[in-house]
C-alpha cells in the first residue's frame, strides 16, 4: 500500500471500492440460526480480490451487527490478493487474520478458503461471474453463507445450473446475497412501492441508459507474451462473453435489474442493434475484445410495455448514465445518476419538471450506501435466521441481460425461455480448469478472437 492510500478511512475504502473503475456430509444438514462455533463471530472467506472483493468485504467488516473476521483469502494472482489484504489490514486491523497461511492462490484456492470456515460462516464470490456456480457449489456442500456479486451467469445451461443451486442452498437454510444493489436502496425500496400501489398509473415505457467512454476491461489488445490464454482473458473479463457476458451484462445489468422490479416481471423477449465501430487502438493495433461499441435494445414486457436500453462505450460523445419509468399518470426517475444513484423521483407529468413533482427520495444518511445496506440486511437475516435468497432473481437479472446481448449479437428477436433454453456452454469444464488449462476462447494467428457477426452467425453469439 503506497503512503497516499495509507490514510485511507475506512469510509473512504468502503465508497470507493464499491465500484469497479475504482477498487457432502455437512452438506444434508440444515444450518442452525446459533453461530456452529458456538460464539457469535462470524468468519468471511473472500474469493477473487479486487476491486469490488476489497469492497465487498470491508463492507462485511462494517456490518452493523458483529463481530466478524476476514480470515482467508483466494485469488489467482498473488499481488491482487496482497494488495486487497494490505488495504484491509490498514482499515480494519482487528478484524483481518489472514496469515500466509490462509493466503490460497490458482483455480483451487476458492475450495482452501472455503476449507477454513465453519458451517454458518461467509464466503463472498467477487471473481469474474464464470465461476460462480462453481464456488456456489462447494460452499452449499460446506454450509457456508454466501454473498456473490453479479452478473450470476451468461448463457443459459449455468443458468439452469444455478436455479437449482439456489434451491439447494435454500432447502439447507443458507442465506445468499447477491450484489445486486439497487435492491437495498432504500430510495428504490420506496419507489417500487410507490410505483406498485399505482401512484404513476400502469407503466408503458421504461428507458435505461449507460453511456460514457471505454472503462474496466471493456477493450483487450492481442495477448502479450508471458500471460496464457486463460489467464488473459480471465485477467480482462469484460472483453469476454464466456467469463462475464461481456461489457453488456457486466455493465448495464443494474438498470436492467431494477427496471424488470419496478414493472414486477420480467421482460419477455428483446430485439436489438449493436455495432464496433473504433476497434482499432491509437497505435493502430486491432482490439480483440468481443464487446460492441454500441447496443440498442428493445425489451418488450407481456402487457406490450417497451423498455428501451441503450449502451455505449465511446469517448467524445455525449454521457448519460440513468433510470426512468413512464406510466398512464407520469414519470418516475428511478437511478438519477450512475446504476442507482439517488434521489429516486416521481412526476405527475410525462417529464421531469420541478413543478411537477410529487414525491422525491430522502434517505437517512446511515442508510445511503446501498453496498453497506446489502451487507446490513443479508447479516441481519443470517443473525435472526429469515429466509433469505438473492439467487433467482439475480439469476432471472442475467438472463434478461443475456437476452438483449444476444439479440444485438445475433441480429435476431430472443425470448426469455429461448434465452434460458440455449445450449451453448461458453465455459465447458470451468470446474476442471488449472493455470495450464486451455482457455474457452482461442485467438486465430493474428491474436484474435471470434467476435459476434449479427445475421451471420445466429443461433449463438460467436
Ligand atoms: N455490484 C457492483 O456495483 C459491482 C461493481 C464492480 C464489480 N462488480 C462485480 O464484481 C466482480 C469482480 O469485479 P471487479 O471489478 O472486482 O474485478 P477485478 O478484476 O478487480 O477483480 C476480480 C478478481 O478475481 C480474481 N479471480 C479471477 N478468477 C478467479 C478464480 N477462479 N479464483 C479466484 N480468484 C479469481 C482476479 O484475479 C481478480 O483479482 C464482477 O462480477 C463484477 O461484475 C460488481
Known amino acids: ?76 494472482f498473488p499481488e491482487r490478493l496482497a494488495s486487497d489484504l494490505n488495504k484491509l489490514k490498514q482499515s480494519f486491523p482487528s478484524q483481518v487474520d489472514v496469515p500466509p497461511d490462509r493466503q490460497f492462490l490458482g483455480f483451487d484456492a476458492y475450495q482452501k478458503a472455503m476449507d477454513c470456515l465453519k458451517p454458518g460462516d461467509i464466503a463472498i464470490f467477487a471473481t469474474p461471474p464464470a465461476f460462480r456456480w462453481v464456488h456456489f457449489t ?49 430510495a428504490l425500496q420506496e419507489l417500487a412501492d410507490r410505483v406498485h400501489n399505482g401512484e404513476i398509473g400502469e407503466i408503458v415505457l421504461q428507458r435505461g441508459y449507460r453511456m460514457h467512454g471505454p472503462g474496466g476491461y471493456f477493450l483487450s489488445l492481442p495477448k502479450p507474451p508471458g500471460i496464457t490464454d486463460l489467464l488473459y482473458q480471465v485477467k480482462r473479463f469484460h472483453s469476454f462473453i464466456w467469463a462475464s457476458g461481456g461489457c453488456f451484462n457486466d455493465f448495464y445489468i443494474h438498470l436492467i435489474d431494477h427496471l424488470g422490479w419496478m414493472k414486477n416481471q420480467w421482460p419477455v423477449k428483446a430485439q436489438a442493434l449493436g455495432g464496433r465501430h473504433y476497434k482499432v487502438s491509437p497505435d493502430g493495433v486491432a482490439y480483440v475484445d468481443q464487446n460492441f461499441d454500441v447496443y440498442s435494445v428493445e425489451y418488450t414486457y407481456s402487457d406490450g410495455a417497451k423498455f428501451f436500453f441503450d449502451g455505449r462505450c465511446m469517448n467524445g460523445c455525449e454521457e448519460i448514465y440513468t433510470s426512468c419509468l ?62 433469505y435468497s438473492e439467487v433467482k432473481r439475480g439469476v432471472e437479472a442475467s438472463l434478461v441481460a443475456s437476452m438483449g446481448r444476444m439479440a444485438a449479437n445475433t441480429g435476431r428477436e430472443i425470448t426469455f425461455d429461448e434465452m434460458l433454453q440455449c445450449d451453448h456452454d461458453m465455459a465447458p469444464n470451468i470446474e476442471k480448469f488449472t493455470m495450464d488449462s486451455p482457455a474457452p476462447l482461442l485467438a486465430d494467428a493474428n491474436g484474435r478472437y471470434p467476435v459476434p457477426q449479427p445475421g451471420i452467425v445466429t443461433t449463438r453469439e460467436y
Open 1 to 76: 500500500m503506497n503512503s497516499s492510500q495509507g490514510s485511507t478511512s475506512r469510509r473512504e475504502f468502503i465508497k470507493t471500492s464499491g465500484k469497479s473503475a475504482a477498487f457432502s456430509a455437512l452438506a444434508t444438514v440444515a444450518i442452525p440460526p446459533v453461530h456452529a462455533t458456538g460464539s457469535d463471530l462470524i468468519q468471511i472467506a473472500l474469493i477473487g480480490c479486487g476491486g469490488r472483493g476489497g469492497g465487498a468485504a470491508a463492507n462485511a467488516l462494517s456490518v452493523k451487527r458483529g463481530p466478524v473476521k476476514l480470515v482467508a483469502m483466494a485469488d489467482l
Open 138 to 186: 462447494y460452499a452449499i456442500q460446506k454450509g457456508l453463507h454466501v454473498f456473490m456479486e453479479k452478473p450470476l451467469t451468461a448463457d443459459g445451461p449455468t443458468s439452469k445450473r444455478m436455479f437449482a443451486l439456489a434451491q439447494e442452498a435454500s432447502a439447507k437454510n443458507l442465506k445468499v446475497g447477491v450484489g445486486l444493489m439497487s435492491r437495498h436502496s432504500r
Open 326 to 387: 413512464q406510466g398512464t399518470k407520469g414519470m418516475g426517475i428511478a437511478s438519477k445518476s450512475g446504476d442507482c444513484g439517488l434521489p429516486s423521483s416521481l412526476y405527475k407529468s410525462q417529464t421531469a419538471t420541478p413543478t411537477d413533482l410529487i414525491w422525491e427520495s430522502k434517505v437517512s444518511p446511515d442508510e445511503k450506501d446501498p453496498y453497506q445496506n446489502e451487507w446490513n440486511d443479508l447479516m441481519d437475516a443470517i443473525r435472526d435466521d429469515k429466509p
